[in-house]
């Protein structure tokens, strides 16, 4: 479910601590796999295994971005439909086509 926040006016997501927890644990490993993108690019690494690395750094985004686009289906888009905020399949349908460029 979104709602406003009290402070500065902004949609919240309420997801359970687990699943903020998955998130957060694979955006983590993505931070490394940049650091470690940051030191091949310092240590001269040959740069077709850079752009491997970074392939599997986009991958791993995409997968991530997926997971909460998933989440955010399965709960602040099905509250908001129950709440008769129909609009919120223009914003779904925004969001997919940001995804996809």
Same mark, same amino acid.
């Given at each position: *479910? $979104? ?7 902004? $949609? $919240? !997501? ?6 903020? #927890? #998955?998130? &957060?644990? &694979?955006? =983590? &490993?993505?931070?490394?796999?940049? &650091?470690?993108? =940051?030191? *091949? /690019? !310092? ?8 752009? =491997? ?6 991958? !791993?985004? =995409? !997968? ?9 289906? $399965? ?6 439909? %129950?709440?008769? %905020? /129909? ?5 779904? *349908?925004?969001? /997919? %086509?940001?995804?996809? %460029?």
């Amino acid at each position: *479910m $979104k709602d406003k926040c009290q402070h500065c006016n902004t $949609k $919240k !997501a309420h997801h359970s601590e687990e699943l903020k #927890k #998955k998130f &957060r644990d &694979r955006l =983590n &490993r993505i931070e490394g796999q940049v &650091r470690g993108v =940051n030191r *091949m /690019i !310092a240590e001269d690494v040959y740069c077709d295994d850079i752009i =491997n690395q970074i392939s599997a750094v986009k991958s !791993a985004l =995409n !997968a991530v971005s997926n997971l909460i686009l998933d989440a955010h289906l $399965k709960s602040c888009v099905v509250e908001q439909i %129950k709440e008769g %905020k /129909i609009e919120v399949i223009d914003e779904v *349908m925004q969001t /997919i %086509k940001r995804m996809n %460029k």
